[in-house]
Protein backbone atom coordinates (compact mmCIF):
# COMPACT_ATOMS: atom_id res chain seq x y z
CA UNK A 1 0.00 0.00 0.00
CA UNK A 2 1.38 3.63 -1.00
CA UNK A 3 -0.57 6.50 0.05
CA UNK A 4 -3.55 4.30 0.35
CA UNK A 5 -3.48 3.08 -3.47
CA UNK A 6 -2.77 -0.78 -4.84
CA UNK A 7 0.53 -0.88 -6.75
CA UNK A 8 0.03 -2.27 -10.28
CA UNK A 9 -1.39 -1.69 -12.92
CA UNK A 10 -5.15 -0.67 -14.20
CA UNK A 11 -7.33 -1.70 -16.52
CA UNK A 12 -6.76 0.28 -19.03
CA UNK A 13 -3.37 0.09 -18.72
CA UNK A 14 -3.22 -3.59 -18.85
CA UNK A 15 -5.82 -3.56 -22.17
CA UNK A 16 -3.12 -0.77 -23.90
CA UNK A 17 -0.65 -3.80 -23.36
CA UNK A 18 -2.31 -6.14 -24.46
CA UNK A 19 -3.21 -4.06 -27.61
CA UNK A 20 0.24 -2.85 -28.50
CA UNK A 21 1.67 -6.76 -28.07
CA UNK A 22 -1.25 -7.93 -30.63
CA UNK A 23 -0.23 -4.74 -32.92
CA UNK A 24 3.54 -5.97 -33.14
CA UNK A 25 2.41 -8.97 -33.49
CA UNK A 26 0.13 -8.87 -36.13
CA UNK A 27 3.07 -6.98 -38.25
CA UNK A 28 5.69 -9.81 -37.34
CA UNK A 29 3.18 -12.15 -39.06
CA UNK A 30 2.19 -10.19 -41.85
CA UNK A 31 6.19 -9.19 -42.55
CA UNK A 32 7.16 -13.55 -42.24
CA UNK A 33 4.09 -13.40 -44.60
CA UNK A 34 5.65 -11.34 -47.29
CA UNK A 35 9.04 -12.81 -46.69
CA UNK A 36 7.85 -16.25 -47.30
CA UNK A 37 5.59 -14.92 -50.14
CA UNK A 38 8.26 -13.40 -51.47
CA UNK A 39 11.28 -16.75 -51.48
CA UNK A 40 8.17 -18.88 -52.85
CA UNK A 41 8.12 -16.42 -56.02
CA UNK A 42 12.09 -15.99 -56.36
CA UNK A 43 11.77 -20.00 -56.36
CA UNK A 44 9.08 -20.50 -58.97
CA UNK A 45 10.80 -17.79 -61.15
CA UNK A 46 14.21 -19.68 -60.52
CA UNK A 47 12.84 -22.87 -61.29
CA UNK A 48 11.01 -21.53 -64.39
CA UNK A 49 13.76 -19.96 -65.96
CA UNK A 50 15.73 -23.61 -65.26
CA UNK A 51 13.09 -25.52 -66.89
CA UNK A 52 12.99 -23.23 -70.15
CA UNK A 53 16.33 -22.77 -70.66
CA UNK A 54 16.87 -26.56 -70.62
CA UNK A 55 14.16 -27.15 -72.79
CA UNK A 56 15.52 -24.21 -75.42
CA UNK A 57 18.62 -25.72 -75.11
CA UNK A 58 17.68 -28.74 -76.34
CA UNK A 59 16.01 -27.14 -79.27
CA UNK A 60 18.66 -25.51 -80.22
CA UNK A 61 20.99 -27.80 -79.79
CA UNK A 62 18.79 -30.53 -82.17
CA UNK A 63 18.35 -27.24 -84.68
CA UNK A 64 21.99 -26.64 -85.10
CA UNK A 65 22.23 -30.23 -86.69
CA UNK A 66 19.54 -29.46 -88.89
CA UNK A 67 20.62 -30.79 -92.66
CA UNK A 68 23.22 -33.21 -91.66
CA UNK A 69 24.29 -35.85 -94.16
CA UNK A 70 27.11 -37.92 -94.08
CA UNK A 71 28.15 -38.08 -97.84
CA UNK A 72 27.72 -34.27 -98.40
CA UNK A 73 31.63 -34.34 -99.02
CA UNK A 74 31.27 -36.51 -102.06
CA UNK A 75 27.78 -36.99 -103.13
CA UNK A 76 26.99 -33.15 -102.01
CA UNK A 77 29.84 -31.19 -103.66
CA UNK A 78 29.51 -29.29 -107.31
CA UNK A 79 32.51 -29.16 -109.66
CA UNK A 80 32.78 -27.79 -113.64
CA UNK A 81 30.01 -29.26 -115.73
CA UNK A 82 28.23 -30.90 -112.52
CA UNK A 83 25.75 -30.04 -110.04
CA UNK A 84 25.57 -31.24 -106.49
CA UNK A 85 22.64 -33.32 -105.84
CA UNK A 86 20.20 -32.46 -103.60
CA UNK A 87 20.65 -32.89 -99.46
CA UNK A 88 17.65 -35.18 -98.72
CA UNK A 89 17.74 -33.78 -95.05
CA UNK A 90 17.99 -30.60 -96.05
CA UNK A 91 13.88 -29.82 -95.34
CA UNK A 92 13.32 -27.49 -92.48
CA UNK A 93 9.64 -26.50 -91.95
CA UNK A 94 8.58 -23.51 -91.77
CA UNK A 95 10.85 -22.24 -94.33
CA UNK A 96 9.85 -18.80 -93.89
CA UNK A 97 7.26 -17.05 -91.44
CA UNK A 98 6.71 -17.58 -87.74
CA UNK A 99 4.97 -20.78 -86.45
CA UNK A 100 4.74 -22.77 -83.57
CA UNK A 101 6.37 -25.96 -85.11
CA UNK A 102 9.51 -26.90 -86.37
CA UNK A 103 10.55 -29.66 -88.22
CA UNK A 104 13.67 -30.83 -89.15
CA UNK A 105 16.17 -33.67 -90.55
CA UNK A 106 19.16 -34.88 -90.06
CA UNK A 107 21.37 -38.12 -90.18
CA UNK A 108 21.99 -40.88 -87.70
CA UNK A 109 23.17 -43.55 -89.78
CA UNK A 110 26.38 -45.01 -89.08
CA UNK A 111 26.68 -46.21 -93.09
CA UNK A 112 24.74 -43.27 -94.80
CA UNK A 113 22.03 -44.51 -96.65
CA UNK A 114 20.96 -40.96 -98.37
CA UNK A 115 17.03 -41.35 -97.02
CA UNK A 116 15.81 -40.02 -94.42
CA UNK A 117 14.48 -42.70 -91.91
CA UNK A 118 11.74 -42.88 -89.44
CA UNK A 119 14.04 -42.24 -86.48
CA UNK A 120 15.91 -38.72 -88.45
CA UNK A 121 12.78 -36.99 -88.40
CA UNK A 122 12.77 -34.64 -85.48
CA UNK A 123 10.45 -31.31 -84.37
CA UNK A 124 8.83 -29.52 -82.03
CA UNK A 125 5.99 -27.68 -81.38
CA UNK A 126 3.17 -26.19 -78.65
CA UNK A 127 0.22 -28.31 -77.71
CA UNK A 128 -2.37 -26.99 -74.59
CA UNK A 129 0.38 -25.66 -73.10
CA UNK A 130 2.85 -27.83 -73.66
CA UNK A 131 6.02 -28.19 -75.68
CA UNK A 132 6.23 -31.38 -77.35
CA UNK A 133 9.22 -33.24 -79.04
CA UNK A 134 9.12 -35.50 -81.73
CA UNK A 135 11.29 -38.50 -81.70
CA UNK A 136 10.73 -40.21 -85.07
CA UNK A 137 7.62 -40.43 -87.64
CA UNK A 138 4.85 -39.39 -85.66
CA UNK A 139 6.20 -40.08 -82.23
CA UNK A 140 5.70 -36.79 -80.01
CA UNK A 141 6.54 -36.96 -76.25
CA UNK A 142 6.06 -34.04 -73.75
CA UNK A 143 9.51 -32.15 -73.43
CA UNK A 144 7.85 -29.79 -70.26
CA UNK A 145 6.20 -30.54 -67.01
CA UNK A 146 2.73 -29.19 -67.16
CA UNK A 147 2.37 -29.74 -63.61
CA UNK A 148 5.27 -27.06 -63.38
CA UNK A 149 4.65 -24.40 -65.90
CA UNK A 150 2.14 -23.84 -68.97
CA UNK A 151 4.24 -22.56 -72.47
CA UNK A 152 2.38 -19.86 -73.43
CA UNK A 153 4.38 -18.57 -76.44
CA UNK A 154 6.70 -20.80 -78.60
CA UNK A 155 7.86 -19.00 -81.67
CA UNK A 156 10.15 -20.25 -84.60
CA UNK A 157 11.29 -18.19 -87.50
CA UNK A 158 14.02 -19.31 -90.05
CA UNK A 159 16.28 -16.52 -91.68
CA UNK A 160 18.06 -17.63 -95.32
CA UNK A 161 20.73 -16.11 -96.70
CA UNK A 162 21.39 -16.59 -100.04
CA UNK A 163 25.08 -16.14 -101.37
CA UNK A 164 25.88 -17.01 -105.18
CA UNK A 165 29.63 -18.78 -105.19
CA UNK A 166 30.42 -17.01 -108.41
CA UNK A 167 34.07 -16.56 -107.80
CA UNK A 168 34.19 -20.19 -107.90
CA UNK A 169 33.28 -20.95 -111.34
CA UNK A 170 35.29 -20.15 -114.80
CA UNK A 171 33.16 -20.37 -118.17
CA UNK A 172 35.26 -18.03 -119.86
CA UNK A 173 32.88 -15.69 -121.85
CA UNK A 174 29.96 -18.42 -121.84
CA UNK A 175 27.02 -17.54 -119.11
CA UNK A 176 27.20 -20.00 -115.78
CA UNK A 177 24.31 -21.24 -113.44
CA UNK A 178 26.59 -20.10 -110.66
CA UNK A 179 26.22 -22.39 -107.42
CA UNK A 180 24.50 -21.14 -104.62
CA UNK A 181 24.78 -21.55 -100.69
CA UNK A 182 22.04 -20.81 -98.25
CA UNK A 183 22.93 -19.86 -94.98
CA UNK A 184 20.60 -20.59 -92.39
CA UNK A 185 19.62 -19.40 -89.00
CA UNK A 186 16.51 -19.72 -86.83
CA UNK A 187 15.02 -17.56 -84.20
CA UNK A 188 13.74 -19.33 -81.20
CA UNK A 189 11.15 -17.75 -78.16
CA UNK A 190 9.42 -19.48 -75.73
CA UNK A 191 7.46 -17.70 -72.88
CA UNK A 192 5.93 -19.68 -69.96
CA UNK A 193 4.11 -18.87 -66.89
CA UNK A 194 4.70 -21.03 -63.61
CA UNK A 195 1.39 -23.18 -62.89
CA UNK A 196 0.82 -22.78 -59.49
CA UNK A 197 0.83 -18.53 -60.10
CA UNK A 198 0.38 -16.79 -63.09
CA UNK A 199 2.22 -13.87 -62.16
CA UNK A 200 5.16 -15.38 -62.69
CA UNK A 201 6.36 -15.13 -66.31
CA UNK A 202 9.32 -15.91 -68.70
CA UNK A 203 10.39 -15.74 -71.66
CA UNK A 204 14.37 -17.32 -73.40
CA UNK A 205 15.03 -16.35 -76.80
CA UNK A 206 17.96 -17.62 -78.67
CA UNK A 207 19.30 -17.33 -82.41
CA UNK A 208 20.52 -20.97 -83.85
CA UNK A 209 23.21 -21.04 -87.10
CA UNK A 210 22.54 -23.98 -88.64
CA UNK A 211 25.98 -25.96 -89.06
CA UNK A 212 24.97 -27.07 -92.47
CA UNK A 213 24.53 -24.64 -95.29
CA UNK A 214 22.14 -25.79 -98.15
CA UNK A 215 24.25 -25.78 -101.55
CA UNK A 216 22.64 -26.22 -104.84
CA UNK A 217 23.56 -25.60 -108.92
CA UNK A 218 27.19 -26.07 -110.26
CA UNK A 219 29.27 -24.16 -112.61
CA UNK A 220 27.70 -24.79 -115.71
CA UNK A 221 27.90 -23.11 -118.80
Given at each position: MRNGEELGFTIIELMVGIALTL?????ATLLLGSSIGENRRVLLEARLTQDLRSAADLVARQTRRSGYWGTASTLGLWSQGASALPNPYAALTPDTGDSDTIALRYSQDASENNTVDDNEQVGFRLRSGVLEAQLGDGNWQALTDSSTLVVTRFRVEPRVQTVALEPACACGSAPCASPQVQVRSVDIEIGARAT??????RTVRATVRLRNDHLSGGCNA
Amino acid sequence: MRNGEELGFTIIELMVGIALTLLIAAAATLLLGSSIGENRRVLLEARLTQDLRSAADLVARQTRRSGYWGTASTLGLWSQGASALPNPYAALTPDTGDSDTIALRYSQDASENNTVDDNEQVGFRLRSGVLEAQLGDGNWQALTDSSTLVVTRFRVEPRVQTVALEPACACGSAPCASPQVQVRSVDIEIGARATSDASVLRTVRATVRLRNDHLSGGCNA
